[in-house]
């Protein structure tokens, strides 16, 4: 059942956190899960470790990679019901296969959507929630063992949703789905920041899932990644004088694009266009460090504007940054929590030396729009008085876990 790592159990994607865990289960059924966590006094869920801080490390940790996936679909409810250990690309596969789709997707598909759930990732789109709102029911393993199922009917589960965690091991996770749709993919370069500023709801609108990657400095912007569905809207000719590149190109500047999904209008299916990347392209790390941080939309082109005065500190020390927007949701961790939301997102070099310095000067200069950090990415600290229902979750936890088998270092500084 247990296996012991005495040389440890490794790093997380970016290789920047060394889990201090002793020990990393790897249980095959969900009642050996149970025992494991019964017996247990200090244990967390691993997914797919592309959390970029010490988030999921604990005492134990338990990974759900050798669960069987037992992915069912429910016609009738449009629902998807799966192991938690379950990352987005294998989901994705089976559920076109059934002429299945998920509303949205992250940049990739190699993540856990337990992970990516407890976290509140996202992909990009005016109309599109958080992955987290997909949500439509959970089962997980609480600190007693047994096994608690939550749906949107109960009261907790606004707060059992964007979980950190905190509350217990996912066992199994019920998305909604939809029927599948065709996605295209255009890319424009050459937007000017002074169109991006002024026309910054326009932009975002004009496709199901638009992406702003930028680096921050020059006159012009970088590049419009417009994902538009073939059922709903056409992409313009030009975008405000930026035109349509011919050929794909990758998030960041002169890196070949080989890795990402098609682009120049090729028409496919959601889950080959939503991600940047492709699920064949198998990123086992990156050099590379990320964090992002959520604004409330009405504050999105001051935001902006704020991080642009930054540009010349940040540039030298950033492989691109990402602007991304999402449709308010309840979930009372959620970064898009009662607010529609932009994303401002940054890929930095592998230099944690000189990039954890910075993110305190960026969370100074965002603090007036009041940002909400990203949970899986590298932060300096969490405003409290941004999420109003904190107080409401530290209560479900404690109540479902009075011992803190799920609490670690992360959460005592950030939460509890
Ligand atoms: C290359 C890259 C691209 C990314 N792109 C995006 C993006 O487009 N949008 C975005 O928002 N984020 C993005 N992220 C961040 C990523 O989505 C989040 O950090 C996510 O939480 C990672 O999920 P994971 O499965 O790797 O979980 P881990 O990092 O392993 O763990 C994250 C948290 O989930 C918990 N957890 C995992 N499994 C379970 C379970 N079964 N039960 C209970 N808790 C569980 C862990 O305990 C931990 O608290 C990206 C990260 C990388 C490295």
Do not use: C
């Not at 679909?73 to 799966?82: G, H, K, N």
């Not at 905190?166 to 029927?179: F, H, K, M, N, Q």
């Amino acid at each position: 059942m247990g296996e012991n790592y005495p040389m440890g159990i490794g790093t997380n994607w970016s290789r920047h956190h060394e889990y201090r865990a002793s020990v990393l289960h790897r249980p095959d059924t969900v009642d050996e899960l149970q025992h494991l966590v019964a017996a247990a006094p200090n244990i967390r869920a691993l997914g797919s470790r592309h959390s970029f801080n010490d988030i999921a490390d604990a005492a134990q940790l338990v990974t759900l990679e050798a669960l069987e996936p037992a992915i069912e679909i429910d016609a009738e409810s449009e629902t998807v019901s799966f192991s938690a250990g379950v990352r987005y690309g294998e989901l994705g596969r089976a559920l076109q296969r059934g002429g299945w789709a998920l509303r949205n997707l992250a940049s990739l598909p190699h993540i856990s959507v337990a992970g990516a759930i407890a976290t509140g990732t996202h992909g990009s789109g005016d109309r599109n929630g958080t992955l987290s709102r997909a949500v439509a029911g959970l089962e997980f393993v609480t600190a007693t063992g047994e096994l608690l199922s939550v749906s949107p009917v109960d009261d907790d589960f606004d707060g059992s949703v964007v979980s950190l965690g905190a509350l217990g091991i996912l066992s199994r996770v019920t998305l909604d789905i939809e029927p599948t749709f065709e996605v295209r993919q255009d890319v424009y370069n050459g937007l000017h920041w002074t169109d991006l500023l002024e026309r910054f709801d326009s932009i975002t609108s004009r496709g199901y899932s638009v992406s702003v990657f930028t680096t921050w400095v020059g006159d012009t912007v970088g590049a419009v990644w417009l994902k538009s569905r073939l059922d709903s809207s056409k992409p313009p000719q030009s975008l405000y004088g930026a035109a349509p590149a011919a050929v794909d190109q990758h998030p960041i500047a002169g890196v070949a694009a080989e890795s990402t999904t098609a682009q120049a209008g090729v028409p496919g299916p959601w889950l080959d266009r939503l991600p940047h990347f492709r699920l064949e392209f198998t990123p086992s790390n990156g050099e590379e460090l990320q964090s992002e941080y959520l604004v409330p939309r009405r504050h999105a082109v001051d935001a902006i504007r704020a991080i642009r005065a930054l540009g010349d500190r940040i540039a030298p020390l950033l492989h691109v940054s990402e602007l991304r927007t999402m449709a308010a949701d309840s979930l009372w961790l959620s970064g898009a929590y009662e607010t529609d939301a932009v994303g401002i997102h940054f890929t930095w070099h592998f230099a944690p030396a000189e990039v954890l310095p910075l993110l305190p000067v960026i969370e100074e200069a965002l603090a007036p729009f009041d940002a909400r950090p990203h949970w899986g990415k590298l932060f300096h600290s969490v405003r409290r008085d941004l999420y109003p229902r904190l107080p409401d979750f530290v209560e479900l936890a404690t109540r479902l876990d009075p011992q803190g088998k799920f609490r670690n270092e992360y959460l005592e500084r950030h939460v509890f």
